[in-house]
């Protein structure tokens, strides 16, 4: 299995010789979980707007926004926000959805992964030296994605 995961980030790390593409534009009101979703409830520790990636802080027990070149902590992704929240506000984090209606445009067979963007996510081929890789969806569609937080990741930035 380390054997996989380590082919498959040189895969990735690869596919960032390209041109990066922007990160994933999401609509926070376009966000829709299937009736498969998997989720979490709490507490946000900062703001967070419907769609972007999020991780459990254990200190706080907060939700925050996930960052892949911040540190091996923030590149965490514990799910993704379905609704808004300020900071000390109620949230709702889907887990695991495959059949996630995304908020944004995907693209079928594209891998996503975290951003270096606070929260976003970013086509494969957008990561870069600096960056934890974490996947965290497989485009279905042009507006479906298969999401899994926790999903494959590298625990030392590329």
Not at 43 to 66: E, F, M, P, R
Not at 122 to 141: I, M
């Amino acid at each position: 299995m380390k054997l996989f995961i380590a082919l498959f980030i040189a895969v990735l790390a690869s596919a960032a010789c390209l041109a990066p593409a922007a990160d994933v534009t999401i609509t926070s009101t376009n966000v829709v979980p299937s009736a498969n979703a998997q989720y979490r409830y709490g507490v946000a520790g900062a703001a967070i707007t419907a769609g972007q990636l999020v991780y459990l802080d254990t200190t706080t027990n907060t939700w925050k926004l996930s960052d892949a070149n911040l540190s091996a902590t923030a590149s965490d992704v514990d799910g993704i926000a379905i609704n808004s929240a300020a900071s000390g506000a109620p949230v709702t984090v889907v887990t695991q959805d495959d059949d996630l209606t995304l908020g944004g445009t995907a693209a079928e067979g594209t891998i996503y992964i975290l951003s270096a963007t606070a929260g976003g996510i970013a086509p494969a081929a957008d990561l870069t030296t600096g960056w934890y890789a974490v996947v965290v969806a497989l485009g279905k569609s042009a507006t479906k994605v298969r999401f899994r937080a926790e999903g494959l990741r590298n625990d030392s930035p590329q």
